[in-house]
């Protein structure tokens, strides 16, 4: 069965650089979340979308954007990398429709900010 | 504030006997809740799951059960196996019309399998 699909796996970037994660959700999930995951931590939600459009938020810094596209694929757009954004960014995608929906995990992009 | 808590960062099981993994919340809109296995580089990979009109919920090997009253649920393995060693996160969501309100996370609990 096909998965959730990010890329790239890794990514090294210096301070200050700019960065962009993609997504591509599982088929015919309308709803794309993006998690982030410090060394040692558990998970913390991002932001998430709903038919391309942003359906919820979290903690996310304002240097960071996100987008859903029409093909429902998702990119996370990181500027102004600062050290403290080294992490693992998993995306999850669900299908809608009924009061509760798992999530399913990509295998994460491990960004490492020198 | 750490709404989801799994209170033991680490267990160890000899193979073939019970796994019991806990978890405790402090939201009570949280009405969904999931466990999720991790292995070191990889995402999450959803294992079972429960709704508040349930107490329980079988698939396999593992068992969720959830205390309401208590904030509590906790997950079964029996019998627990070597390839059951990984990281295990509960998780908590709200309900909504469309079913697609974000996760919190647990810390994580460390299972280890003794041969």
């Known amino acids: 069965a096909a998965g959730v699909i990010q890329s790239p796996r890794h990514l090294i970037k210096e301070k200050r650089e700019t960065a962009t994660l993609k997504c591509y959700p599982i088929?015919?999930?309308?709803?794309v979340y993006w998690y982030q995951q410090g060394p040692g931590q558990d998970p913390q939600f991002l932001i998430s979308?709903?038919?391309?459009?942003?359906?919820d938020k979290g903690s996310i810094p304002d240097r960071f954007s996100a987008q859903q596209f029409s093909d429902y694929h998702s990119e996370l757009n990181m500027s102004s990398l600062e050290l403290g954004d080294s992490a693992l960014y998993f995306c999850?995608?669900?299908?809608?429709?009924?009061?509760?929906?798992?999530?399913?995990f990509g295998p994460g992009t491990r960004l490492t900010v020198l | 504030d750490q709404q989801v808590k799994q209170n033991s960062p680490s267990l160890s099981v000899q193979e073939g006997r019970i796994s019991i993994l806990n978890c405790d919340y402090t939201?009570?809109?949280?009405?969904?809740f999931l466990w999720y296995k991790k292995y070191p580089a990889e995402g999450p990979t959803f294992l079972i799951s429960?709704?508040?009109?349930?107490d329980k919920n079988e698939d396999g090997r593992f068992t969720v059960f959830l205390n309401k009253s208590a904030k509590h649920l906790s997950l079964h393995i029996v019998p627990s196996q070597p390839g059951d060693s990984a990281v295990y996160f509960c998780?908590?969501?709200?309900?909504?019309?469309?079913?697609?309100?974000?996760?919190?996370f647990g810390t994580g609990t460390r299972l280890t399998i003794i041969p």
């Open positions: 999850a995608s669900s299908s809608s429709g009924r009061f509760y929906n798992e999530q399913f």
């Open positions: 088929p015919r999930h309308d709803t």
């Open positions: 979308f709903y038919e391309k459009m942003q359906s």
């Open positions: 939201n009570s809109m949280f009405d969904y």
């Open positions: 429960i709704s508040s009109i349930k």
């Open positions: 998780a908590a969501s709200a309900a909504s019309n469309f079913g697609n309100e974000k996760l919190t």
